[in-house]
Structures are given as C-alpha cells and as structure tokens.
C-alpha cells in the first residue's frame, strides 16, 4: 500500500471500530499497514488526508471522549484553539498540551500521536508475547 492508502486507513479507524463493533483499535491499526511504514508517515500526510475527508473528524473526537484511558486526546476547544493533551500512565509525567489555531491540524496531530502510541503498545506486547514462548 502506499502512503495515502495508509492514512486513508488509518482516518478510518474509528469509524470501523464502531460499525464492526467486535475488532479493536489495535487489531485496526496493525491491519491498516501502518506498522510496516509509520517512520513514513507525517502528521502533515494525515492533514492532507483529514481535509479531503473532513467528515472523519468527529468520529476521533467520540474516540478520543469515549476512550477513559491513559494516552492521547483531544481537547475541548478553548478560545478558538484546539488543544490535544496527554495522560500519563503514571502520576509523575506532565506534557503540556500541543495547541493548534484549527480543529484539522489538532485532529491529525491527535492521530499521528496516538497511533504511534497504540504502535508502541502493540510491539511491547508482541515483545512480552514472544518472551514468554522462548521461556
């Protein structure tokens, strides 16, 4: 797949999730092909993406509100700014949240961070997978 076959995978990913009901954002995204080439990947693809299909900026916002779990999320417009902000899994963590003039950009900074944190989360538990079997 390409790069815009990629991001157009990944700015479905939520929507997928609710219409499938029965797959989860993890299994979304390693089917999306993003692990094989997220280092190519930019924020600035995503955006592109974000403002042919602006119609899948609500389905991050009901993610990013429904999620109740530590990571990235976007924040409630303040001010005509569009913040998305962090919580950490551990209480000694602090990340000031990243602000944006418009809702587009926040959108595809919340989906570059938080996919690549989902990436994260899927290799550390292949990691602890394939631990475990060599032990």
């Not at 109740?68 to 000031?96: A, D, K, Q």
């Not at 570059?112 to 990691?127: F, G, I, R």
């Amino acid at each position: 797949m390409n790069v815009d076959e990629i991001v157009d995978c990944l700015i479905l990913i939520p929507r997928k999730h609710y219409v499938l009901g029965n797959i989860s954002m993890y299994s979304l995204l390693v089917s999306s092909g993003y692990l094989e080439c997220a280092e190519n990947i930019s924020e600035g693809d995503i955006l592109r993406g974000l403002e042919l299909h602006p119609e899948y900026i609500q389905d991050w916002r009901v993610y990013s509100e429904d999620k109740r779990t530590t990571g990235w999320y976007l924040m409630e417009p303040t001010e005509g700014r569009f913040g998305v902000g962090f919580i950490p899994s551990t209480g000694n963590i602090r990340v000031e949240p990243l602000m944006y003039s418009d809702e587009v950009r926040a959108c595809a900074a919340f989906i570059k961070l938080e996919v690549e944190y989902m990436k994260n989360a899927v290799l550390q538990s292949d990691e602890r997978r394939k631990n475990c079997l060599e032990n």
